[in-house]
């Protein structure tokens, strides 16, 4: 497989933010192409069109890596949905999809691997060999069919992420290990998500941080002790939901009574593209260093941060022009205002 550009993911970084995007699950599920629940990437192999569309979406709107849709595709997952014999298949056409995408501009490809809930920290010797068989197998066929890096996320483990790390590393491709964030300040085998970040950057993680679970407001404080505490660079790819103090998970958001949005109910806490806008901005004052969106996000989320970090891309063609509206002219100022609550207090 031929390299579609000279410039990998650290020379990027190395240059500046890199913007990224995911959430494919979410919304290709939003988009009826994919089953709530078991959340198999299904749609790869049944409507390839449909994940590429939604590659070439996000590409337009500035996102410069293309992330294979292999999220979930792997082998404890499929078998819950009866397609084992599918597994090869699936995985290397979503490889094969995201670069067919990648290739129509500059983006790069990602291989991408996540919690497998096969990991169980009480019996870890037995259960990392089945972990890493996973990742050795979805990430050899992802190499054979093209990747530029790995994107290892949602990692509820420590104990996980590091098994992906060492896969990763053992194939001598830049590692992109992050953290889901679902407790309120310790992965599930009982690190501080910090510390945590610290240990992958040691054992040699080319980029640490969070993806999912958290939306901006609750997710920023975190990254930015993540920043203080490691030397490579560092991820935040949030969720565009309202989180808070009180709710400081999209998991944890109720609709009343006690009922939670999450994970089909979420819209009344969805953020606007101007509160993603100024999230990104943010993340650049902080010194993230790839900035992205998780579960819920979609392209015109991608093309507001990217204009806020001072980009013109494809999609921006199209961008508001409010002046140009016969109603609401310049009534419509929202450009500039700071849209979240301060998360330092
Ligand atoms: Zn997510």
């Known amino acids: 497989m031929t390299k579609r550009t000279s410039r990998g993911i650290l020379d990027r970084l190395k240059s500046g933010i890199v913007l990224g995007a995911e959430g494919y699950v979410f919304e290709l599920e939003r988009r009826g192409y994919i089953k709530a629940g078991p959340y198999v990437p299904e749609v790869v192999l049944d409507f390839p069109e449909a994940v590429k569309e939604l590659h070439r979406e996000f590409l337009r709107a500035g996102c410069e890596v293309m992330v294979a849709l292999t999220y979930y595709a792997h082998r404890e997952k499929l078998k819950d949905v009866g397609r084992e014999n599918d597994l090869e298949r699936m995985n290397r056409q979503a490889v094969q999809l995201a670069n ?120 920023l404080p975190i990254v930015e002790k993540v920043r203080t505490a490691v030397h490579c660079y560092v991820a935040a790819q949030p969720v565009p939901y309202r989180t808070s103090a009180e709710h400081p998970t999209f998991e944890s958001l109720e609709i009343g009574n006690g009922q939670r949005a999450f994970p089909l109910a979420l819209e009344p806490f969805l953020l606007n593209r101007f509160e993603m806008a ?67 207090s």
């Not at 949602?154 to 060492?166: C, P, R, V, W």
């Not at 993340?283 to 989320?301: E, R, S």
Request: aromatic share 8%.
């Open 100 to 219: 067919e995408v990648a290739r129509e501009g500059d983006a790069l490809v990602a291989g991408n691997i996540c919690n497998t809930w096969a990991y169980d920290p009480h019996n870890a010797a037995e259960t990392s060999k089945t972990v890493r068989a996973m990742y050795e197998e979805q990430l050899g066929w992802a190499v054979e069919e093209g990747i530029d890096f790995v994107i290892s996320e949602t990692n509820d483990y420590l104990g996980e992420a590091l098994i992906a790390l060492e896969v990763i590393k053992q194939l001598k491709l830049p590692a992109m290990v992050t953290l889901a964030s679902v407790q309120r300040d310790q992965t599930r085998d009982g690190y501080d998500y910090v510390e945590a970040c610290k240990i992958l950057a040691d054992h040699g993680a080319d980029i640490v941080g969070l993806n999912c679970d958290r939306g901006p407001a609750t997710m």
């Open 278 to 344: 100024d999230f990104a901005r943010r993340a650049q004052g902080i010194g993230v260093n790839y900035i992205g969106v998780c579960c819920g996000g979609a392209p015109h989320y991608v093309r507001a941060m990217a204009e806020s970090l001072g980009r013109t891309v494809p999609a921006s063609k199209y961008s508001p022009a409010m002046e140009l509206h016969p109603m609401l002219g310049t009534q419509v100022e929202t450009k500039d205002k700071v849209f979240l609550q301060d998360w330092k």
